[in-house]
């Protein structure tokens, strides 16, 4: 390889660097990035997440409405869907708020414990939403069913709202109301 072309990768690699820490400095340097524990809903008090959350919820559940193009008479029960997915949403900001009030666990074995027990939450908060979705999908028609289906699916993906899960930080796959 030619000694030019060697200097000329050098340099852009060099730059590249070097404007990547200019812009990491920028940003208060915060280099950790979001599982980092130094920006993004780490920062945020339990307050300001929960008023988060209910923003992107009130925001999905619009553009959900929206794309089903309802029917008067489909109108309560999507009301009773949404009312069910924002008292969900709230029970999990309340659970996520005393889990980081919590003094974390010592041992292995008491985080395998809690593990556990936010497991078994999730797996109950699971099946409470599926009959809240079963109720409201058994209104919809055909094509209302496949507007929906794709609609749930994109909710909480990375590329709408910028974060790994759901609506919140942690994890989420589909339609995570109540996701930090």
């Not at 919820?57 to 309560?76: D, F, G, N, S």
């Not at 974060?163 to 339609?175: A, L, Q, S, V």
Request: charged letters at 30%; a positive charge; hydrophobic letters at 40%.
């Amino acid at each position: 390889m030619k000694s030019w072309i060697k200097t000329s990768i050098a340099a852009a690699v060099i730059a590249t660097g070097a404007l990547g820490t200019t812009a990491a400095l920028a940003w208060g340097g915060h280099c950790d990035g979001p599982r980092g524990g130094k920006s993004g809903w780490s920062q945020m008090a339990p307050e300001q997440m929960k008023a988060k959350m209910a923003e992107r919820a009130e925001v999905h559940m619009a553009r959900l409405e929206l794309a089903l193009a309802l029917t008067p008479e489909q109108k309560p029960a999507f009301e009773n869907f949404k009312s069910d997915m924002k008292a969900r949403a709230e029970r999990m900001a309340t659970t996520r708020a005393e889990r980081r009030a919590a003094d974390a666990p010592k041992t292995a074995i008491e985080r395998m414990q809690r593990m556990e027990e936010m497991s078994k939450l999730r797996q109950a908060e699971m099946a409470e939403a599926r009959k809240s979705v079963e109720t409201f999908y058994a209104t919809l028609s055909d094509a209302q069913r496949t507007v929906f289906d794709a609609e749930f699916q994109k909710m909480g993906r990375k590329g709408e709202r910028g974060m790994r899960g759901g609506m919140g930080p942690e994890d989420g796959r589909g339609m995570g109301l109540g996701r930090g």
